[in-house]
């Protein structure tokens, strides 16, 4: 059991935008970790999950979906100079939120940036508009306007989130192991010529999650093991990767976003329907979707090298999920019904019997072939750590605690990405949460065991081409 050290006391009100999965799964984390009372928090939520778990607590929990026409009167009342917004919800906008909370001197946190309701599926946006790429720079130009000013914790999960410090902590293992053995990088530009010089071509957010469920998936039934809402907005956005200075040949369905950083490209289909390969330690090789996250940009864009003015480094940098087989199933009933969700949703959490969820980073090209580091957390260790969690959700709560006490210690920071966080400080109370941390290397290429029964379009020049990884 973790023990209930407290890393920090709390004397202003924590108010939880949304209470879903992760907000569930992290109210026990800060209890535990942070010298705060019932009477301090206050849920406002879209509907009542989690309700009697609030309840049961004394903490308010009030049935309010927020829009642009009420956000302002609802949470005015509630919120001064040094209090906490932890949003956790869906289809509330993330920039409207870190505008409000600035100009009262409140602390934010969220782990998606978010558009108000129906940005994702809005068909009168273009694609660049509706990705994760066009998000992330409406919240960079919002801070450019705001200036400094109270913390505001851009995608502090664990992907993204954590696992932005799980890069960096995987770039010091293999440098160490090959010999370099650098100075700690304390800057953007040392940590990307850290991977420069590693030769690190691919980083891939490779997650695999087994925990099955009984009763198994019905027809007509969305199951995964965090929400889904969240899992269907990003899976309908298009496919967005990290586009590397390596690669040779742009994907015929490939498109920048002409403006911006430009450190990314967006597919013109959905990532629920765009597949990838990838590997973990437990899993080997496996297919995985390109679902758009945040890291896929901000590390690719962090990661960047420029000399001269010209981009002589950068990393290909995409997530490669393969969720719970339920999930699967459910995505492809879904991509059946033309992205029409479901009529019946369930979140697997007491109906998990088995199952581990093996989410790690995997840099890929440098002179040890392939190393994946991550979390790897079974069911049953995530019910030992802590109470309303399987390991999905308890990997996502954890990065929550490292990211809100990391800001509660720095509250002037304005709007900051995992990326430019002090890396161990946030790793050393996250990892509280996450099992097992494993960090392995192996040999695997996307090119092993290809092009035997069927002819494939292959680069067997360099492997770490994008177009070896896609399934096609």
Request: aromatic share 10%.
């Amino acid at each position: 059991m973790v023990n209930d050290e407290k890393l920090f006391k709390f004397n202003g009100k924590f108010i939880f935008i949304g209470f879903g999965s992760v907000g569930q799964g992290f109210l026990p984390l800060l209890f535990r970790h942070v010298e705060i009372s019932p009477q301090q928090i206050r849920v406002i939520a879209a509907d009542e999950r989690g309700k009697a778990q609030a309840e049961n607590l004394d903490i308010p929990f009030e049935v309010k979906p927020l829009n642009p026409e009420n956000y302002r009167q609802v949470l005015d009342p509630l919120l001064a100079p040094g209090d906490f917004l932890l949003n956790v919800s869906v289809n509330v906008s993330s920039c409207a939120l870190i505008e409000f909370c600035h100009a009262r001197g409140v602390l934010y946190l969220d782990t998606c940036i978010e558009p108000w309701a129906g940005g994702y599926a809005d068909a009168n946006r273009s694609l660049s508009e509706r990705s994760n790429y066009g998000l992330r720079e409406e919240a960079l130009r919002l801070r450019e306007k705001l200036g400094n000013g109270p913390t505001a914790m851009l995608c502090h999960g664990v992907n993204p989130g954590l696992v932005s410090h799980w890069v960096k902590q995987a770039l010091l293992n293999i440098a160490n192991d090959v010999g370099i053995c650098p100075q700690m990088p304390r800057t953007r530009e040392q940590w990307a010529k850290l991977a420069s010089l590693l030769k690190v071509a691919v980083i891939q957010c490779a997650e695999r999650d087994t925990q099955i469920i009984d009763p198994p998936k019905k027809i007509d039934e969305f199951v995964n093991t965090w929400s889904i809402d969240g899992f269907v907005s990003e899976g309908i956005q298009p496919a967005e990767l990290g586009w590397g200075s390596h690669e040779k040949q742009m994907p015929v369905d490939g498109r920048r976003h002409e403006y911006g950083c430009d450190a990314s490209i967006y597919l013109t289909q959905p990532g629920v329907q765009t597949q990838v390969y990838g590997w973990t330690p437990r899993q080997g090789s496996y297919r995985g979707f390109l679902i758009t996250h945040s890291e896929s940009i901000s590390l690719a864009n962090y990661l960047t090298v420029k000399e001269g003015g010209n981009i002589s480094y950068r990393p290909t940098v995409y997530y490669a999920y393969h969720p719970c087989d339920a999930a699967v199933l459910s995505i492809h009933e879904l991509n059946g019904k033309c992205l029409a969700l479901q009529s019946k949703t369930r979140l697997a959490m007491d109906d998990i019997y088995d199952g581990v969820d093996e989410l790690g980073v995997l840099l890929m090209g440098h002179a040890k072939g392939v190393y994946w580091y991550g979390s790897v957390l079974s069911i049953q260790k995530a019910r030992k750590l802590a109470p309303c969690n399987n390991a999905t959700s308890l990997q996502v709560a954890a990065g929550v605690l490292g990211g809100v006490v990391w800001a509660l210690n720095n509250p002037r920071a304005g709007i900051v990405e995992p990326d430019e966080v002090p890396f161990d400080e946030v790793q050393k109370v996250a990892a509280l949460y996450l099992g097992e941390m494993v960090g392995q290397y192996s040999d695997w290429t996307p090119l092993q065991g290809r092009g035997v029964l069927f002819e494939e379009d292959l680069d067997r020049s360099d492997p770490w081409q994008f177009k070896n990884f896609r399934v096609t």
